[in-house]
């Protein structure tokens, strides 16, 4: 929104902002924040920062020694709609008091991925385009205690409601790009797509998705690493604040019902040179050149290892089945969904040829699976990977459709938290290269994750356990 400091102060007096929110992400993705009244607002504040303990943020520092500045990035500034006093919002960095970088700062961490890129001379800079899919409910109640646990969702519009509910219902995973009267969603769809273009986010387009009880996709356009990490952050907020404002909870939740589809976050990229894509080469596999066919090896060979970054939850591995639309097996094709890595067949020519990594979803830190991507590409390209030496495709079938014993030979994805977080822990070496990613932080991010999440949703029985067992 702005291009530098002077240009933010001049804007702050002559519009009558009343308030600054200091916006900054914790180590799992949720934003923290501070308000200032915008009359005490001074130069300082966009040179130097301000105090701030990180003891409430999860994964970073303790009690005893949390005390960190944050300084804001005036180019991230955005108009906040969802306060009654005239707001403008801005993502912030976090430093040490002695001027240094935090380490554990995810939005560090996307930036040293940009500068080892630099770094490598490849002649471009990375891009992406996020695909956000997220289910809006009309209801849900949940709960968890010492003495039961459950929880319950309400959607009229889907197939498996009440009959009283809806006139219009849609039967589950039927509602792929749906039109009125069916998508019942299409008004607060519209609404959320205006609010985040005036936080000057261009949308692409918008739809309703194949989950019956609401699911909705938004894809934007291209930005580079660290504004890719932004926009995720800015839309999910304004995402969840407008579906309230409508009497709706959007939830990017991975896997919400047990038999509707799941939400994931797609990452479309590729180097371009700001004219083409340093991926293209008409005479190669889908437009592909040795390059791109490194850099997705690289993805495909780590994924293991990404997804103790990209699929952040132990619900995320719920959305992994045979016959699903997330995939399950390390291969690339040409517009297949059931590979792991996708290469768009829309999209074969010299200015966008892309690929499509399609195991992420939401519960990840943006900024950390960004950079993480990127890390495990440029490790297959200066490694040399050649996905096809390495039995990584393509394959342009169903694999699904495959017999069995061919299904078998595929290399499969981790389908368990715990062995993603595993992997993570083995496999380091290509993101800490250049020291983007720290041993510090990879480890706060496991023992975060085994000890919050993993080790209390196991200590919990399941409520269908109930059904399974209790007469036995």
């Not at 935090?102 to 990375?126: F, H, M, N, T």
């Not at 309400?154 to 509910?165: I, M, V």
């Amino acid at each position: 929104m702005f291009s530098s400091i002077d240009e933010t102060m001049i804007y702050l007096r002559e519009q009558g902002v009343e308030q600054v929110d200091l916006k900054v992400s914790d180590l799992v993705g949720r934003w923290r924040r501070m308000t200032y009244p915008a009359s005490h607002i001074t130069e300082r504040l966009f040179h130097e920062g301000t105090g701030t303990s990180l003891s409430p943020y999860p994964g970073y520092r303790t009690v005893d020694s949390g005390d960190m500045r944050i300084v804001p990035d005036v180019s991230t500034a955005f108009i906040d709609p969802f306060h009654s006093r005239s707001t403008i919002a801005f993502l912030c960095d976090l430093y040490h008091n002695d001027g240094q970088r935090y380490g554990r700062d995810p939005r560090y961490v996307a930036a040293k991925a940009e500068d080892y890129l630099d770094s490598l001379d490849l002649g471009g800079q990375v891009v992406f385009s996020p695909e956000l899919e997220f289910y809006l409910f009309d209801r849900i109640e949940y709960g968890s205690s010492p003495s039961g646990a459950h929880w319950s969702v309400e959607s009229p519009g889907a197939g498996w409601g009440p009959e009283t509910d809806s006139i219009y219902r849609l039967r589950t995973n039927k509602g792929g790009q749906i039109d009125q009267p069916l998508d019942r969603f299409t008004e607060v769809r519209e609404q959320m797509v205006l609010a985040i273009q005036n936080a000057n986010i261009p949308v692409k387009y918008h739809h309703h998705e194949l989950g019956a009880a609401g699911q909705t996709e938004i894809e934007i356009f291209f930005h580079p690493l660290v504004k890719t990490g932004d926009v995720i952050q800015t839309m999910k907020y304004l995402v969840k604040n407008l579906a309230l404002s409508y009497g709706f909870l959007a939830t990017f939740m991975p896997k919400p019902l047990p038999n509707d589809a799941g939400n994931g976050m797609h990452f479309h990229q590729y180097l371009t040179d700001g004219e083409r894509s340093l991926f293209y080469d008409p005479a190669g596999y889908s437009g592909l050149n040795k390059l791109a066919l490194s850099y997705l090896a690289g993805q495909l060979h780590h994924t293991p290892a990404l997804m103790g970054l990209g699929n952040a939850s132990t619900n995320s591995y719920r959305r992994f089945a045979p016959s699903m639309a997330a995939p399950i097996k390390l291969f690339f094709a040409t517009g297949n969904r059931s590979s792991a890595l996708r290469v768009p067949a829309y999209a074969i020519n010299e200015r966008e040829c892309r690929i499509e990594y399609r195991m992420p979803d939401a519960t990840a830190n943006p900024y950390l699976i960004l950079a993480a991507q990127l890390m495990a590409g440029l490790k297959g390209v200066q490694d040399g990977y050649d996905p096809t030496a390495m039995g990584y495709g393509p394959l342009d079938v169903n694999v699904f459709a495959l017999p069995k014993e061919e299904q078998d030979r595929l290399k499969e994805i981790p389908m368990r938290f715990e062995d993603a977080l595993a992997a993570l822990k083995d496999d380091r070496e290509f993101l800490t290269r250049g020291e983007v990613f720290t041993d510090d932080l990879i480890d706060a991010w496991i023992a975060l994750k085994i000890q919050d999440e993993i080790a209390a949703v196991g200590a919990r029985p399941h409520p269908y356990e109930f059904e399974l067992y209790l007469d036995l």
